[in-house]
């Protein structure tokens, strides 16, 4: 039996996710509601689901606030689409810092929430072409980092794991498959996002800077991405995998 996305919909208005929900399951998906955080994990550990859309304007802990701890907890690699009901860019630009993987501001239509719904999932688990380059090795190592694909997080040299959201992976598997090699915004957009993408042009900067953060980046013994001016980015770090110097 084919896999039914099973989505989880979080917001404190009751008519748009009551009405999110119903659109959803009309659709094709199966859909589960939440009023607030905690009913939002109480979900989470009862039922697997395939992604969270969540309401960024909540009483409590808000969207960004919860974005954040999804991505520090057990439940990191959850693909996350926030609503905003500010067509705002510093919303914007704070809930991807966070490690939401797209947004949709309010007020939106049905249609365009479930497209980008599916879009967002399409990205997460069906991965670029170019990133299956590598796809059979389990670990590639750099400078002082090694990247486990399978389980899609990092370890440095003392051991110590980090994880990273669906993008910021899909991002470093760029860099690793083409390091030395200077790749523009419009090239890591699309060889991450794929004709999906339509997120506004500072989305890479900011991921870039996200990865940068993950990686310790900005050290002067460990210098991983590299600004390329007016032209993009470069992964200056040798790369191994399976013993391979790349």
């Not at 009901?85 to 501001?105: H, N, Q």
């Not at 939106?108 to 170019?130: D, G, Y």
């Not at 059979?136 to 440095?156: P, Q, Y």
Request: net charge negative; proline share 4%.
């Amino acid at each position: 039996m084919d896999h039914v996305e099973n989505i989880l919909v979080v917001d404190d208005d009751h008519d748009i996710r009551t009405g999110v929900v119903d659109y959803l399951r009309k659709n094709g998906l199966r859909a589960s509601a939440a009023v607030d955080g905690r009913d939002m994990f109480a979900q989470l550990e009862a039922s697997a689901f395939d992604l969270v859309v969540l309401d960024i304007m909540m009483p409590g802990d808000d969207g960004l606030v919860l974005c954040r701890t999804l991505r520090g907890g057990k439940h990191r690699a959850m693909p996350i689409l926030l609503l905003t009901a500010r067509d705002d860019e510093t919303d914007r630009i704070i809930g991807l810092e966070m490690g939401a993987d797209d947004y949709v501001v309010k007020p939106f239509s049905p249609r365009e929430l479930l497209a980008r719904i599916k879009a967002v999932i399409r990205r997460t688990h069906m991965l670029p072409p170019n990133l299956r380059v590598t796809e059979t090795s389990d670990t590639i190592s750099f400078g002082r980092w090694r990247l486990n694909t399978t389980a899609r997080h990092l370890m440095d040299e003392d051991g110590t794991i980090v994880a990273l959201s669906g993008a910021e992976f899909r991002l470093l598997r760029v860099f690793l498959d083409h390091p030395q090699r200077v790749l523009s915004r419009d090239q890591l957009l699309n060889l991450t996002q794929g004709r999906d993408a339509e997120l506004f042009d500072r989305s890479i900067d900011l991921l870039v800077s996200r990865l940068r953060t993950r990686l310790g980046d900005g050290a002067k013994e460990q210098s991983y991405i590299k600004t390329v001016r007016s032209e993009g980015y470069v992964f200056s770090m040798p790369v191994t995998v399976h013993g391979t110097p790349t």
